[in-house]
């Protein structure tokens, strides 16, 4: 069975395969490019920060920038 996480604008946030022959898995480019940073610069930040930090902060700059 496969599951898919969609954000507001249809990219893939989340696509999870529930078997035994593959692991869960994130799209982090997608989650990266929604951002607008560089997958790195995002894989920097949930490595530094942590997963629930990184999002935060990638969206606090997502929300300022779309008020401009």
Do not use: C
Request: hydrophobic share 40%.
């Amino acid at each position: 069975m496969h599951m898919k996480l969609f954000n507001s604008k249809g990219l893939p946030l989340l696509a999870m395969s529930l078997d035994n022959r593959s692991d869960n898995w994130l799209n982090l480019s997608a989650i990266a490019r929604y951002f607008d940073v560089p997958r790195s610069t995002f894989l920097q930040r949930m490595n530094d920060y942590g997963w629930e930090s990184a999002l935060a902060h990638y969206e606090q700059h997502r929300k300022t920038k779309l008020k401009h």
